[in-house]
């Protein structure tokens, strides 16, 4: 029995508005406790981000994030992240670092001319695993030395945006949660539709028909400035077919990082995200039309420590996901950064609910 990040069916959407009918609706924002040292997981050798944690049938839980080393700066997210494998005893932790499931500057790895693997999302469909991620994909063959000085340049390296637009989101598939991962080549989609420039950060779940529904992040198509802009695609198979459909999930709103679930008692679909300076959650009553949950912003970048030592307020806030047990949310598990922009430290806290 696996517990992971529960889908529903996601469609076409029109611009959020206000909820018709708020009480049967569940909450985030008063479950959230206050968290101790247990359920951080910092590594001093490596930035860590991005989170998805599954129950296996071990019994024991995996966070599956990716990371980088240090010594790379913060910006190698784009030219050097891999993605790893964490194991605990319980959800909220303290988790161990296991193995790494991909590190595309190791031959075992090699995918074409991807180098990068990042954000990634785990999930089991029909008895096998399927691990979402994006992937920069390079036009020409780069050293190890010259990607960290891209890196190092950030947005300034002619190199930088050439990358970043080669961003597509990617699967690999494994019978077992350790591998060995098969990675496919071909990106899950490429950006049409409502997106633009590059289709990144997969969120993806089953819907009640059975099809399979996959939210990507681009640049919002036409606008004059780098807006971020979600789109829906759908397909009969978790790893290949998808078609992006021509209406936006969420239209004017610079957000990204979407994860899913759907709440077995009421039958209701939400979507958590983040925004600039609060996490957010989306609700729909039959996965089409989309709009603010009664719980809407669920917390700001400020996060609540146990034995009355002061809130841990951070700079960065990113990569929502909420693990559920038993149809029950216990535990949201983000990336944040502790100060500045990129130059701060960065863990993954993952903070318990009530339930």
């Not at 319980?90 to 932790?93: A, E, N, R």
């Given at each position: 029995?696996?517990?992971?990040?529960l889908?529903?069916?996601?469609?076409?959407?029109?611009a959020?508005s206000?909820?018709e009918?708020?009480?049967?609706?569940i909450?985030?924002?008063d479950?959230?406790q206050?968290?101790?040292?247990?359920n951080?997981?910092?590594d001093?050798?490596?930035f860590?981000?991005?989170?998805s944690?599954?129950?296996g049938?071990?019994g024991?839980?995996h966070l599956?994030y990716?990371r980088?080393k240090?010594?790379?700066s913060?910006?190698?997210w784009l030219?050097?992240?891999t993605i790893?494998h964490?194991v605990?005893d319980?959800?909220?932790?303290p988790?161990?670092?296991?193995n790494t499931?991909?590190?595309?500057?190791?031959?075992?790895?090699?995918a074409?001319n991807?180098i990068t693997?990042?954000?990634?999302k785990i999930k089991?469909?029909?008895?096998k695993?399927?691990?979402?991620f994006i992937?920069?994909?390079?036009?020409?063959?780069l050293?190890?030395q010259?990607?960290?000085?891209i890196?190092?340049n950030?947005y300034s390296?002619?190199?930088?945006?050439p990358?970043r637009e080669?961003q597509?989101?990617y699967?690999?598939v494994?019978d077992s949660i350790?591998g060995?991962?098969?990675i496919?080549k071909?990106p899950l989609v490429?950006?049409?539709?409502p997106?633009?420039?590059?289709?990144v950060?997969?969120?993806i779940t089953?819907g009640?028909?059975?099809?399979?529904?996959l939210i990507?992040?681009g640049d919002?198509?036409?606008?004059?400035?780098?807006?971020r802009?979600?789109?829906i695609?759908i397909?009969?198979?978790?790893?290949?077919?998808?078609?992006?459909q021509?209406?936006?999930v969420?239209?004017?709103?610079?957000?990204?990082?979407v994860?899913m679930?759907?709440?077995e008692k009421t039958g209701?679909y939400?979507?958590i995200?983040h925004?600039?300076?609060y996490?957010?959650?989306m609700?729909s009553?039959?996965?089409?039309?989309?709009?603010?949950?009664?719980?809407?912003k669920?917390t700001?970048k400020?996060?609540k420590?146990?034995?009355g030592?002061?809130?841990?307020?951070?700079?960065?806030m990113e990569?929502?996901?909420?693990?559920?047990?038993n149809?029950?949310?216990?535990a949201?598990s983000?990336?944040?950064?502790d100060?500045?922009d990129?130059t701060g430290?960065t863990?993954?806290v993952?903070?318990?609910?009530?339930?």
């Open positions: 029995m696996f517990a992971t990040i889908g529903c069916m996601i469609f076409n959407t029109v959020l206000a909820p009918n708020k009480q049967d609706q909450t985030l924002s479950k959230l206050e968290i101790n040292s247990t951080i997981f910092r001093p050798e490596y860590n981000w991005c989170n944690i599954i129950k049938d071990d024991k839980y599956i990716s980088w240090r010594n790379q913060f910006q190698a030219t050097k992240s790893a964490a605990s319980s959800p909220t932790g988790y161990r670092y296991v499931l991909v590190d595309f500057e190791k031959p075992i790895y090699k074409g991807l693997a990042h954000n990634p089991k469909f029909n008895g695993y399927y691990l979402y992937g920069t994909h390079a036009d020409k063959d050293s190890s010259q990607l960290d000085q890196a190092k950030s390296d002619p190199m930088w945006t990358l080669n597509r989101s699967v690999a494994s350790n060995p991962w098969k496919e071909k490429e950006p049409d539709g997106i633009q420039t590059l289709a950060n997969p969120a089953q009640k028909d059975g099809k399979f529904y990507v992040k919002k198509k036409g606008a004059d400035f780098r807006l802009s979600q789109a695609a397909s009969d198979f978790p790893d290949k077919g998808f078609k992006i021509e209406k936006p969420i239209d004017g709103w610079d957000t990204e990082d994860s679930w759907c709440d209701r939400y979507a995200f925004a600039h300076n996490l957010g959650l609700t009553a039959d996965g089409i039309h989309w709009e603010k949950a009664k719980d809407f669920i700001t400020n996060i420590r146990q034995n030592q002061p809130d841990m307020k951070v700079s960065r990569r929502p996901s909420v693990f559920f047990e149809d029950k949310p216990i949201l983000v990336a944040v950064m100060k500045g990129t430290d863990f993954i993952i903070i318990p609910l009530k339930h």
